[in-house]
C-alpha cells in the first residue's frame, strides 16, 4: 500500500554524526515500540483517551446517512462553501484537492458531472469573506458550518454574517441550505440546528479536529462532491490493520515514528519538512502540519517533567521549493529531516514535442513531465544525501480514494506512536485554548472580563516603533 524508503538516514550513507543505525535502533526499541502499539489499540475505546478516530473508518451509519444526504441535494446547488478552521477544514480540504481536477472551479456544469464548486472558509480576513460573498449566489450555494466546540469564534463569525445576507436572500428558505457538523449533545451550533432546524452530523465523542477527516467533518463534503467514500473507507481499515503489527520490521507507522523520534533526540533533528512531488498533494502538507504541532508540541510529559516536547513541522511542494527552500536545506543548518512523498503512476501523462534542435533544451525532447518530476524528485534527494542531510521517501502507487485513505490513517498512527515515545498526551491541545480564552476576553464574551482586563494592560504598555 505505502511504500517507505529509510536508506538516507543511515549512518552508513549519511555518516555517523547525522545518520542513524537502523538495525540497532529497531532492536533496542522493539519491545518499547511493541508496547506502545498494544497499548495504542488495546485503550482506544476508552471514554476522554481521544483515539475514538481509530474506529472511523468501521462507521457503516455514517456513512449510509451522508450519502443519503448527498443523494437528496445532487444537483441542486452549483455551490458548497465549507466553514471550518484547523481540524475542521485542512483535511478536507487537502483530500478534496488531490481528488479533484486542479481547476474545479472553473470547469463548468455538465463538466462537473452536476456536482458543486467547492469553497474551503479558513480563516476571517474580511477581504476574502466579502470577496466570496461578491461571486456567490447564495440560493445556490450549500453552506456547512463545521465546528465540534460549537462556539468556534472564527467559524460562528463569518457564519452569522452568512447567515444573515442568505436570510436577506433566500428568505425562509435559508434553512434548507445551511448544514451543521457539530458535537452530538452540547455547544451554542447544536442549540441554533435545533432552533433553526439545520440538517445536523455528528462529530463522534473523543474525536479531535486533526483527526477527524474520516468523521462527518469530512466525508460530508467528500459525498457531496461524488467521491467513492467505500473505497476511502477501505484504505483506512487496511491500513489500520497494517499499522496493528506489534513487530517493528512490519509496521511502517512504528518505522517512521521512531526514526523521527531517534533523529530529534539523538541527532538534533527538531524540524521535519513534508514536501510531496505531486501538486494534487499540495494541501497534505498543511494537514501534516497541525497534526504534527498539536499532537507533539507539549511542554509537560505524562509525568509532570517540563520537557518542551515537539518536531516543527515545515511545509515544501516538489518541485516548486526546490526553487525556494532547497539552498537552505542543503547548505544550511542540519536540523531537519526531509520527507518526500512520491507517486508511482499520475493520472495522465504530458508529452514534450521535438520542436527544438538546439543543444541546450534537446535534452527535453521525447521526454515527459512526468519523467521531468520524478528526476527532479531523485536529484532534489541525491543532493541532500551528498551534504549528509537525512531524508525519507513515502511512495503511493497513485492518487485515489483508496491511497489516501491510507495515507492519511498511516500518519495519524504514526503521529499517535510519536506522542507515546516521547510519554506525552498526543490528543490534548492546552497552548491552543489559552489563545481561545484570550480572543474571548478580548471580544467581550461574557466571563472572560478579568482576563479582558488584564490584556489590555498587557496591550497599553506594549512600546511601537515608528518610522
Not at 124 to 151: A, C, E, F, W, Y
Not at 153 to 162: D, Q, R
Not at 363 to 375: Q, T, V
Request: charged share 25%; net charge negative.
Amino acid at each position: 500500500m505505502i511504500k517507505f524508503d529509510y536508506r538516507n538516514i543511515r549512518a552508513e550513507v549519511i555518516g555517523e554524526e547525522n545518520g542513524l543505525s537502523i538495525e540497532n535502533e529497531f532492536e533496542e526499541y522493539k519491545e518499547r515500540i511493541s508496547q506502545i502499539i498494544t497499548d495504542l489499540y488495546s485503550n482506544k475505546d476508552e471514554r476522554d483517551a481521544g483515539k475514538k478516530w481509530m474506529n472511523l473508518g468501521y462507521d457503516e451509519d455514517t456513512l449510509w446517512y451522508i450519502n443519503e444526504f448527498a443523494a437528496e441535494v445532487k444537483d441542486k446547488y452549483e455551490n458548497m462553501v465549507i466553514l471550518g478552521i484547523g481540524g475542521s477544514s485542512l483535511g478536507g480540504k487537502a483530500i478534496s484537492h488531490a481528488l479533484l481536477n486542479p481547476f474545479w472551479n472553473s470547469l463548468s456544469t455538465e463538466q462537473r458531472n452536476g456536482f458543486p464548486r467547492v469553497f474551503f472558509i479558513d480563516n476571517i480576513d474580511p477581504d476574502r469573506i466579502n470577496g466570496l460573498l461578491d461571486i456567490l449566489d447564495l440560493k445556490k450555494t450549500l453552506i456547512n458550518v463545521v465546528t465540534k466546540s460549537g462556539d468556534t469564534a472564527e467559524i460562528m463569525a463569518v457564519y452569522m454574517i452568512i447567515k444573515d445576507k442568505m436570510k436577506k436572500e433566500c428568505d425562509d428558505n435559508y434553512r434548507e441550505s445551511i448544514v451543521v457538523t457539530t458535537d452530538r449533545n452540547v455547544g451554542i451550533l447544536r442549540q441554533l440546528a435545533s432552533q433553526e432546524g439545520y440538517k445536523a452530523f455528528e462529530v463522534p465523542d473523543d474525536v479531535g479536529g486533526r483527526f477527524s477527516v474520516f468523521s462527518s467533518v469530512g466525508l460530508l463534503p467528500f459525498a457531496i462532491l461524488g467521491f467513492d467514500l467505500k473505497e476511502l473507507l477501505r484504505g483506512v481499515r487496511d491500513a489500520d490493520a497494517q499499522a496493528q503489527y506489534t513487530d517493528i520490521y512490519k509496521n511502517i507507522a512504528a518505522q517512521y515514528a521512531l526514526i523521527h523520534y531517534l533523529m530529534d533526540i539523538k541527532k538534533g533533528k527538531k524540524q521535519t519538512v513534508m514536501m510531496p512531488y505531486s501538486n494534487r498533494l499540495k494541501y497534505f502538507p498543511d494537514w501534516f502540519c497541525q497534526l504534527w504541532a498539536e499532537s507533539l508540541g507539549k511542554e509537560y510529559d505524562f509525568y509532570g517533567n517540563k520537557i518542551n516536547a515537539g518536531l516543527t513541522p515545515i511545509k515544501a511542494v516538489g518541485v516548486t521549493d526546490q526553487h525556494s527552500m532547497l539552498q537552505l536545506f542543503n547548505e544550511g543548518p542540519n536540523d531537519k529531516v526531509i520527507d518526500f512523498v512520491r507517486v508511482e503512476e499520475f493520472d495522465t501523462v504530458a508529452n514534450i514535442p521535438d520542436i527544438f534542435q538546439y543543444t541546450g533544451l534537446s535534452y527535453l525532447s521525447g521526454k515527459s513531465l512526468n519523467e521531468l518530476l520524478n528526476a527532479e524528485a531523485d536529484s532534489t534527494m541525491a543532493s541532500l544525501t551528498d551534504y549528509q542531510k537525512p531524508n525519507v521517501t513515502i511512495s503511493i502507487p497513485k492518487i485515489n480514494e483508496y491511497y489516501l485513505g491510507v495515507l492519511f490513517h498511516t500518519f495519524m498512527v504514526q503521529t499517535a506512536i510519536t506522542g507515546a515515545l516521547y510519554n506525552i498526551d498526543t490528543f490534548n491541545q492546552p497552548g491552543v485554548e489559552q489563545v481561545k480564552n484570550y480572543t474571548y476576553a478580548l471580544m467581550g464574551r461574557v466571563g472572560y472580563e478579568e482576563s479582558a482586563r488584564m490584556l489590555k494592560e498587557k496591550t497599553q504598555s506594549m512600546e511601537w516603533s515608528e518610522n
